[in-house]
């Protein structure tokens, strides 16, 4: 999907993406905030334009292969690569904003899914499953050789609770560094191909991708968004994370993971 070749980093260059990361995150915890009945799909991206201008960041979206803005915003049965534009968040809609800034040559990558006031039970579980998938799939990454453990560990909690979602198989994970999108691919689901070893100085972007339904996709006119072909409603949730000498460490998380990984029993490491 991605160039072959693997961009590893020093030291240094994962504090700068720790930079980046930290950036990104807030712009999304705009994103969010501002996610309520009523907001159009641009104010989340304005919002999280404001963001990115007062921190002197550059999205990494904006612009990426003509994509005309800050974040995406995915609705319901939109998957991933939503536009953003004049549409009116209604009750219960369920938007995941993707987004990611570039601080000091170095780029961020994260996103999260929300549910607009009232929330579907159903919605919740999705959200959540996908959610939970992604920090199982961290927690791999902490102790992996390779890898696809960290689309076996996703692949095996989602079944684990319940196995009532599908896990897209089309649209993967990345590393990240100099630029967004880099090898290696980082599936979602269990593969024979364990790709690549784990090595300090990889950064990557790991993005579990579930829908409630089949997992049949298709693009629509605007080139960009991708949705279920069956109307499905959908969830994304993405961090990116450092692998060092020392540990790991999630770049677009405030804590570096602490929190979420701890039950899980992994301790992050700060970037020496």
């Not at 950036?23 to 994103?31: F, K, W, Y």
């Not at 009945?37 to 612009?63: C, Q, W, Y």
């Amino acid at each position: 999907m991605f160039g072959r070749s693997i961009e590893y980093k020093t030291a240094e260059q994962m504090r700068y993406m720790v930079d980046a990361g930290r950036v990104t995150s807030e712009a999304l915890d705009a994103a969010v905030a501002g996610a309520v009945a009523g907001a159009t799909t641009s104010d989340l991206n304005e919002a999280a334009a404001a963001v990115l201008k007062r921190a002197g960041a550059t999205s990494n979206f904006l612009g990426y292969y003509g994509f005309p803005a800050t974040i995406c915003t995915s609705v319901n049965e939109q998957v991933v690569h939503g536009i953003p534009g004049g549409y009116t968040l209604e009750d219960g809609d369920v938007v995941s904003i993707d987004g990611g800034a570039i601080v000091n040559g170095w780029h961020g990558d994260s996103a999260r899914t929300v549910i607009v006031g009232t929330e579907d039970p159903a919605d919740v579980e999705l959200s959540e499953v996908t959610r939970a998938s992604l920090w199982h799939g961290i927690a791999a990454l902490a102790q992996a050789s390779r890898v696809g453990e960290i689309g076996g560990a996703i692949d095996d909690y989602v079944h684990e609770a319940g196995n009532k979602f599908g896990i897209l198989a089309e649209y993967v994970g990345h590393g990240i560094g100099s630029q967004m999108h880099q090898a290696p691919d980082v599936v979602n689901f269990r593969s024979r191909n364990l790709g690549p070893k784990v090595k300090p100085g990889m950064c990557l972007a790991i993005e579990p991708m579930l829908v409630r339904g089949g997992t049949e996709t298709k693009v629509l006119d605007d080139d960009w968004t991708v949705v279920t072909s069956d109307g499905a409603r959908a969830a994304h949730w993405e961090h990116s994370v450092a692998v060092h000498r020392d540990g790991i460490w999630v770049l677009t998380a405030p804590d570096g993971g602490a929190a979420e990984l701890a039950p899980l029993g992994i301790t992050p490491q700060p970037i020496a």
